[in-house]
């Protein structure tokens, strides 16, 4: 299988004053090669690329994604991974001791405590250096925010990067919904009520194997609240890391399509994170999605967070949820700079070996097409209503 990080030293570095765009200060840019990728480009449906710039130096972090980072996702990677964008998680992490978390992930059984809640004021303040963090990314041309399909569409044709803000638990939002509508105004489309640990809107599993979602409540008023003015502002709900009480919940009260932008299947892998059977039924039958996550721990059948994971492991998951959902309902969810991802992969750069396996494995060029970026089309045109066809209030 070919190793998609060998192309490096196709973008040629130049001094910036012979360079006009903002981009081109620090990398002379160029389209995707897409005629050298084994497939077509690939959007993703979750990323805490945010978070690593923020913890690394904020607005001065910024030149690295255009440069070369440590981590998942810069655009030199992109270009070679043939990485059209994704949803950038607007993420407020919790205080944590990341050598005893791994430890007790490193058990063949583990239940990882949630962590205390936070403070609305607490996550507002970070998120805001988040957003300035993505705003300044669209301010020297490094990608697009999109707020409808047409603006994807716009940058899958031109290769230029594209972003959706999301958020990925509601704790800067008030109970009035207030921060809800600035948030939108700024280019919020996409909604986790929870991250795993509670919100004022509802409730997230722990990291725990084996287990089921099944703890904990169902959804307040205010996550009633939440899920129904998203829906008349056409802002995605996405259902990862939520209970199963909240996800019926949401079910329940939502006229949108159910999706989980970074999940998988829990027949397959016995993880409180992953979705059963009758969970993927109710997806399918409200024309939603699910995200394929690459987390290792997430895939495989043992909970383990081993790198030395293969292909066949991500693929067992991909067949279950195309018998489940059907192929119209199925697309990536990497989690990528947020989890331990398969060595196979590694970054966006590893993309092309995923495009490979897929195809090795029977998968033509319409299905490709389809789990690469086109399911995320169609279910964002369903639920992005307002934007994409002119609706009002």
């Avoid at 002379?28 to 077509?40: F, H, I, Q, R, Y």
């Avoid at 991974?81 to 063949?108: C, M, Q, T």
Wanted: glycine share 10%; hydrophobic share 40%; charged share 20%.
């Amino acid at each position: 299988m070919s190793n998609g990080r060998i192309a490096l030293c196709r973008g040629r570095w130049a001094a910036p004053d012979t360079l006009t765009s903002p981009v081109a200060m620090y990398f002379e840019w160029t389209e995707p090669d897409v005629a050298n990728l084994s497939g077509p480009v690939i959007f993703d449906g979750h990323n805490d690329v945010l978070l690593k710039l923020l913890v690394n130096g904020g607005i001065d972090a910024v030149p690295g994604f255009v440069t070369g980072r440590d981590g998942h996702i810069d655009l030199p990677r992109a270009k070679i991974g043939g990485f059209a964008g994704g949803f950038f998680a607007l993420y407020v992490r919790s205080p944590i001791d990341l050598k005893a978390r791994y430890a007790e992930l490193s058990k063949p059984q583990y239940d990882l405590p949630l962590p205390a809640p936070l403070t609305q004021d607490a996550a507002l303040s970070v998120v805001m250096q988040e957003i300035a963090i993505l705003l300044r990314l669209q301010e020297i041309d490094a990608l697009k925010i999109c707020h409808t399909t047409a603006d994807m569409r716009a940058c899958f044709a031109s290769g230029k990067m594209a972003a959706i803000m999301h958020m990925e638990g509601a704790e800067a939002i008030d109970a009035e919904l207030h921060v809800l509508e600035v948030l939108y105004a700024a280019g919020l489309r996409s909604i986790g009520p929870v991250w795993s640990r509670q919100t004022i809107f509802g409730n997230g599993v722990p990291f725990r194997y084996p287990s089921t979602g099944d703890i904990g409540d169902g959804l307040p008023d205010a996550g009633v609240r939440l899920v129904k003015r998203c829906n008349q502002l056409g802002v995605m709900i996405d259902l990862s890391h939520l209970n199963e009480a909240g996800f019926w919940d949401v079910a329940k009260h939502s006229d949108a399509p159910l999706v989980a932008t970074h999940s998988n299947v829990h027949a397959i892998s016995p993880h409180s994170r992953n979705l059963t059977d009758k969970q993927l039924d109710a997806i399918a039958e409200s024309d939603g999605m699910v995200g394929v996550n690459f987390g290792c721990a997430f895939l495989r059948p043992d909970g383990q967070v081993n790198t030395d994971t293969a292909p066949d492991t991500m693929l067992r998951h991909l067949d279950h949820l195309i018998n489940r959902l059907g192929e119209n309902r199925v697309g990536f969810g990497s989690d990528f700079d947020g989890t331990v991802v398969p060595d196979f992969i590694t970054d966006v750069a590893g993309l092309p070996n995923l495009r490979e396996a897929m195809i090795m494995h029977g998968y033509d060029d319409n299905l490709m097409r389809k789990l690469t970026h086109g399911n995320w089309l169609r279910v964002l045109d369903k639920t992005w209503h307002r934007e994409n066809h002119g609706q009002k209030d």
